[in-house]
Antibody
Framework: QVQLKESGPGLVQPSETLSLTCTVSGFSLTSYSVSWVRQPSGKGPEWMGRMWYDGDTAYNSALKSRLSISRDTSKNQVFLKMNSLQTDDTGTYYC?????????WGQGTLVTVSS | DTVMTQSPASMSTSVGERVTVNCKASQSVGTVVAWFQQKPGQSPKRLIYLATNRHTGVPDRFTGSGFGRDFTLTISNVEAEDLAVYYCLQYDSIPWTFGGGTKLELK
């Protein structure tokens, strides 16, 4: 069955870089696209960016200068890197198979930006 | 960017009632809209895709409608398990954007 699982550090220092991994199973990254979505506590979700099935990427312009998404198809993993973290980057980060239509989501990983 | 304006932000209901949640897009998105239900501590769960298609296993009391700029999620015969936050999402044009959410509570 389709599964996605996020992993990474729970705590990041301000101004540091966040690195997250999404490990998928049950489908191929060369056939389906995966997005990253984040959600501050008590607020709505925000789409961050996408790794297309063909290896191309798309980013939310609000984050584009700080964000990079890559993948390792041999390991079934999609990576997120975002630099210059601030306290308002605190929240739960999800990866989701967005094609078609965001049907499958990981459990999310809570990232806290604090010194 | 396409802004999804969702209303109301919260609503109180009773078991058995019918409720509607609305999303208005700042520009036409065709039918490329999804609706999600989110309970505390859980990931969003897709209910509806392409505006009107119910996700596998979603009860038929959940109905999506709309086209262009105006979209509605209707929950008929609300059950206690439906108490959650609901979000719309347009995935027609990047950046894909979510509505602000509607919290459904019991009276």
């Amino acid at each position: 069955q389709v599964q996605l699982k996020e992993s990474g550090p729970g705590l990041v220092q301000p101004s540091e870089t966040l690195s997250l991994t999404c490990t998928v199973s049950g489908f191929s990254l060369t056939s389906y696209s995966v997005s990253w979505v984040r959600q501050p506590s008590g607020k709505g979700p925000e789409w961050m960016g996408r790794m297309w099935y063909d290896g191309d990427t798309a980013y939310n312009s609000a984050l584009k200068s700080r964000l990079s998404i890559s993948r390792d198809t041999s390991k079934n993993q999609v990576f997120l890197k975002m630099n210059s973290l601030q306290t308002d980057d605190t929240g739960t980060y999800y990866c989701t198979r967005d094609s078609p239509g965001f049907a499958y989501w990981g459990q999310g990983t809570l990232v806290t930006v604090s010194s | 960017d396409t802004v999804m304006t969702q209303s109301p932000a919260s609503m109180s209901t009773s078991v058995g009632e019918r409720v509607t949640v609305n999303c208005k897009a700042s520009q036409s998105v065709g039918t490329v809209v999804a609706w999600f239900q989110q309970k505390p501590g859980q990931s969003p769960k897709r209910l509806i895709y392409l505006a009107t298609n119910r996700h596998t296993g979603v009860p038929d009391r959940f109905t999506g409608s709309g086209f262009g700029r105006d979209f509605t999620l209707t929950i008929s015969n609300v059950e206690a398990e439906d108490l959650a936050v609901y979000y719309c999402l347009q995935y027609d044009s990047i950046p894909w954007t979510f509505g602000g959410g509607t919290k459904l509570e019991l009276k």
